[in-house]
């Protein structure tokens, strides 16, 4: 398909882009700013916790969310260089009872902010690929962990920088090769509990 070729090329293009960028200390802390424009309800104060007016916005009742057994949602950036560390992911999960999906599985036209929430919402675990450092995974992971969801992270070894500071936790799971994921994320499936 002619877009999946584009965007297979842009996002190639991207990932160099951020290395030079992320070479110079001073480059990397410019590359941090953001410019945001907000619109007017997205600056009221409301004081209420848990505030879900963002998930009701998407449509989604946090109130009814009916939570899949046995389900894992992957977040990670969609690009050819990371297909064998989700097929390992997939693996790890299968093997364990888990059903493994990302957000492309499968496609449907739509919001995709929503279709990614109610992932979120109604799985049991989030497993999260750092490699690539991705903003949308980054901010896909500050939901899921305001949500109370039980979060995996994941990240090669040989690339400790994709790894923000924040986010390095007692669920990291640094790998060196793909059987090395596999084994690691096996035996982390296996520990969890209920509670």
Not at 53 to 70: A, P
Not at 72 to 97: E, N, R, S, W
Not at 149 to 162: E, F, S, Y
């Amino acid at each position: 398909m002619e877009i999946t070729g584009q965007r297979e090329r842009i996002e190639s293009q991207v990932y160099e882009l951020q290395e030079i960028l992320l070479s110079n200390i001073d480059r990397l802390f410019d590359s941090g700013k953001l410019l945001l424009e907000f619109p007017e309800k997205d600056l009221s104060i409301n004081r209420k916790i848990p505030n879900y007016s963002f998930f009701e916005n998407f449509g989604i009742d946090m109130c009814n969310i009916h939570i899949n057994d046995k389900t894992a949602f992957c977040l990670m950036p969609f690009h050819k260089k990371f297909d064998k560390v989700y097929a390992t992911i997939k693996t790890a999960c299968h093997q364990v009872g888990y059903t493994c999906f990302r957000s492309d599985e499968p496609f449907n036209p739509g919001n995709v902010l929503r279709q990614i929430l109610q992932m979120i919402t109604s799985t049991e675990i989030i497993i999260a690929v750092l490699d690539g450092k991705n903003p949308n995974v980054f901010y896909e992971i500050g939901i899921a962990h305001s949500l109370g969801k039980t979060v995996i992270l994941v990240g090669n070894a040989k690339n400790p920088d994709d790894i923000s500071f924040d986010l390095k936790s007692e669920r990291l799971l640094l790998y060196n090769a793909p059987n090395d994921l596999q084994n690691k994320l096996t035996k982390s499936l296996q520990q969890l509990h209920y509670v």
